[in-house]
């Protein structure tokens, strides 16, 4: 595939996969223009249709300290882009029959009921309140800080998160939250060993790392893409700057301490062409076939399974600025909004204004985004997917700011023929 003199813009399949060469030229064109401005380092962009490539940019710097441009060997963390992923892992195996969705967590993890007494029942939680961020549990954990600054393992993680209060009744807020899709893969954890509804002395959460990687990435030729990547990867990993942890050991993406934990909310490295891959699974049109993959007639997931992830399973209203905000991963919205539609693990648009895939995209599509800076979605009524990494977290505002998210998804839209 030829690429563009000077973009970093791969385009010559865009008319076969029914998107306007000129169009899609433009939509990255925007990416271009925020690199070039400073606005983030790098990006990297792929776009899909009907199970085709339809074009590919890598623009920028992967590392601004040392000026490493930006390729299609680049390597980016996911950042929570890593939870679709989760949410697969428990989902296959709810396809084996070795789990169910409204299962209490008490009866997959009984020491969940060890948690403080808040008010809310613990008996009521669910998987699926879990994997649709309605469980009633926090962000992340008060020591959460404190076990990263130590260097623990993530079992350490698993042990506190099991012990987090109940901020509300399961599934009547939404309240994005790490805590619940660490839980969800420490369930598909044991479900592997064989000791769900046993106490355990250990977590079994490293058995949810190689079902990953051998049910999930292996299957879908996703060579470039580990929840724990190998050393010699740094090299070509992109450093993401504005983390707000500069020069500590346990910094998000850049610190090796963190690549090693291989965090289930959040820790997969990827590529777009790998990433892609994932994404269009999801897609009605697929069914859960690896589309993109060298064996395109392989079946991933069942039907049942993708049209269960990507439709609304909970649309709670968000939980107000005032529950819990010292434990809360992101801003809330101002005003909160009324209904936040979730499938599993995938977050659905629904009838949400201002949303970061666009104004364009129909209600059914369906995506996720990354502090690092990352975003992957779908649109199922034009069979089309993207992906879009960069460099630069979320937590600068440089997503929001001007609603550039938006505006890309708008031209990526536009270009569909």
């Not at 009605?284 to 395109?296: F, H, N, S, V, W």
Request: aromatic share 6%; charged share 20%.
């Amino acid at each position: 595939m030829a690429i563009a003199p000077d973009r970093g813009m791969m385009l010559d399949t865009s008319r076969d996969a029914g998107l306007s060469p000129d169009a899609l030229r433009h939509a990255f064109s925007l990416l271009n223009g925020w690199t070039a401005d400073g606005v983030i380092p790098g990006a990297a962009a792929l776009v899909a249709r009907g199970g085709r490539v339809a074009g590919e940019a890598y623009l920028g710097l992967a590392d601004r300290t040392t000026e490493r441009p930006t390729d299609a060997g680049t390597i980016w963390g996911l950042a929570s882009i890593t939870k679709p992923v989760t949410a697969t892992a428990a989902l296959l195996l709810v396809e084996r029959g070795l789990l169910a969705l409204d299962q209490p967590l008490h009866t997959l993890l009984p020491e969940f009921l060890d948690g403080p007494v808040t008010g809310h029942d613990r008996r009521a939680v669910t998987l699926r309140h879990l994997l649709a961020h309605c469980s009633g549990l926090p962000g992340f954990s008060a020591d959460n800080l404190d076990l990263r600054r130590a260097g623990r393992p993530l079992a350490d993680f698993v042990r506190s998160f099991l012990r987090q209060p109940l901020l509300f009744d399961p599934g009547s807020l939404h309240y994005y939250s790490n805590v619940a899709i660490c839980l969800a893969a420490e369930v598909a954890g044991r479900a592997l060993a064989g000791t769900l509804g046993q106490p355990v002395a250990e977590p079994a959460i490293d058995r949810y790392h190689r079902f990953v990687q051998g049910e999930i990435l292996d299957p879908l030729g996703m060579a470039d893409s580990s929840l724990r990547p190998p050393a010699a990867w740094a090299e070509r990993t992109a450093r993401v700057e504005d983390t707000g942890q500069e020069g500590t050991s346990y910094e998000m993406a850049n610190s090796a301490y963190y690549r090693s934990l291989g965090i289930p909310w959040g820790g997969l490295f990827s590529t777009p062409r790998d990433l892609i891959r994932f994404v269009d699974l999801f897609l009605p049109a697929a069914a859960g076939r690896a589309r993109l993959a060298a064996d395109t007639e392989r079946r991933i997931l069942a039907p049942a399974t993708v049209r269960a992830m990507t439709t609304i399973q909970f649309a709670p209203p968000e939980a107000p600025a005032s529950v819990a905000p010292e434990l809360r991963e992101g801003e809330p919205s101002d005003p909160p909004i009324q209904q936040v539609a979730w499938g599993l693990g995938w977050a659905i648009k629904g009838e949400k204004r201002g949303h970061e895939t666009g104004d364009l995209s129909s209600p059914a599509t369906f995506s996720h985004g990354g502090a690092t800076g990352t975003l992957a979605w779908a649109d199922p009524e034009r069979d089309l997917a993207c992906v879009l990494l960069t460099n630069r977290a979320q937590r600068s505002g440089w997503h929001t700011d001007e609603s550039r998210l938006a505006r890309f998804a708008n031209a990526v839209l536009a270009a569909a023929l």
